[in-house]
């Protein structure tokens, strides 16, 4: 995760990477424990990861957030044919 919030990810989709394991543990009490503890403790540890090196989405757009011009009701009239939004179509405010 750290590689690729370095190279301008802005953060990560939890899986099972996180809670595969939980699987393996018959017992619901102590499968929750080891939901609240370890799987816990692997997702606080990816979001420190992400909050440390990772980029916000918009700052490609924008310095602020607050910079980029809103997206209007009509959104879905500037997505192109593969689904992805023209760059054009974001300027700042």
Not at 46 to 74: C, N, Q, S
Request: positive net charge; aromatic residues 10%; proline residues 4%.
């Amino acid at each position: 995760l750290e590689t690729a919030c370095r190279a301008g990810a802005s953060g990560f989709l939890g899986g099972r990477a996180v809670w595969e394991d939980a699987l393996k543990i018959s017992d619901p009490v102590d499968r929750r424990r080891w939901l609240r503890t370890v799987a816990a403790g692997r997702m606080r540890r990816l979001h420190d990861i992400a909050a440390k090196h990772g980029r916000p989405w918009w700052r490609k757009f924008g310095d602020t957030l607050e910079t980029i011009t809103p997206v209007g009701p009509d959104w879905y009239r500037t997505y192109d044919e593969t689904g992805g939004l023209h760059h054009s179509e974001l300027r700042r405010a």
